[in-house]
């Protein structure tokens, strides 16, 4: 029996998917359509009570919340495929902190800017510019710190690939892409090399073909 | 030389504060003002660079995410807050992504809002304190489902997902004068009592006073 995740089109459960191919671990998916509605069936918050993706499922243990998810698998698979915490407690200390920064700094802005830019026409609603401007804005303040920090260091926990730079990936993927605003990334040296870096693992691309 | 943590008077350093105690780890503060906008001093923005609450310097090793990095290294001594299993891990973990997605956002906008608009010569925005409100009572609805199968959040053990609970519920029930929200719902007020009673807790709130008594 496999890992089961819920939902792989969409951005947060991809953090999983490509933390599970790093890892080695494998994994079959279960669709959930979020335009549909489907994550609020009965059926589905009896697994995740709040309505979110994802959730997993791995025999009788079920999870939700993908940064709980992926440190729950780097921790329990920490003997094979790419090591994701760092090596020592320090080093994991520092991968916590900027899986933390990613939580409460990047992704409001970034998530705020996938649901005006890409997900409001689906669901019939108006694009709000002034909120699209401002977290345009808060994401620029936190890409400047991001590159302060690449600047003396090659990942963001250290000169080590990480959980940290993992979590980064699905929405800064939707960020250069289909809200093709890549010159936000583009347009800082550091993050831009950071940014190719990552987004050419050959995990990426593998989530990228297959969902 | 003992860890220092930075600007014990507010809510989110107090999660850091109340792990040390509870993990019986020597520490020291150092005052932040929020009102005099020392966080953006150019000396705190080197510690922390997104100007916010807490750091903690431990010898050459400066971190602002702290709570699990002390639980780890001390996993030997004081309270186990972690679950004894990586699965109990895995459970924890969600619960304090909950609360850090789910809770904090709302309890947070209301804190800004009812408690410190005044004390910045703003006017308090009264859309976003109904909306707030209505977000926190439906999380806090799981809660109660949750809470009634469960002692704790993440299963029959007190764990860091609880304590991260602690210090802005601290505002909730006091200041903020909606001690309703958590005493309408039955398992969440029982759960509250428990976590709120322990003596850590206590002994926070005697070290650090909040800045609004």
Redesign the interface.
């Known amino acids: 029996m496999v890992v089961k995740v819920y939902g792989p089109a969409y951005a947060s459960p991809k953090r999983v998917i490509v933390c599970l191919i790093e890892k080695q671990i494998e994994f079959e998916t279960a669709p959930v359509d979020l335009i549909k509605g489907e994550h609020r069936n009965p059926e589905y918050l009896k697994l995740q ?2 309505g979110a993706l994802p959730v997993i499922q791995d025999g009788d ?1 079920t ?3 993908s ?3 992926i ?2 698998y780097a ?2 698979y920490r003997s094979q495929g790419t090591e994701l915490l760092g090596k020592t ?2 080093e ?3 991968v ?6 990613e ?3 990047y992704h409001p802005p970034i998530y705020e800017m996938t649901v005006q830019l890409l997900f409001a026409s689906k669901l019939g609603l108006s694009v709000d510019e002034k909120l699209v401007k401002k977290s345009e804005e808060k994401l620029g303040k ?1 890409l400047d ?1 991001y590159e ?2 690449l600047s003396k260091s090659k990942y963001l926990a250290g000169d080590f690939f990480s959980l940290a730079d993992l979590s980064h990936l699905p929405f800064t993927q939707y960020l250069v892409g289909p809200m093709e605003k890549e010159y936000m990334i583009r347009d800082r040296k550091h993050v831009s090399a950071w940014w190719d870096d990552i987004s050419n693992r050959p995990s990426w691309k593998k989530v990228l073909e297959l969902y």
């Open positions: 009570p709040f243990f999870l939700y919340e940064r709980a998810i440190r729950y921790e329990k407690t320090e994991r200390g520092l916590e902190q900027w899986l933390e920064v939580a409460h700094n936190v710190v302060e920090r």
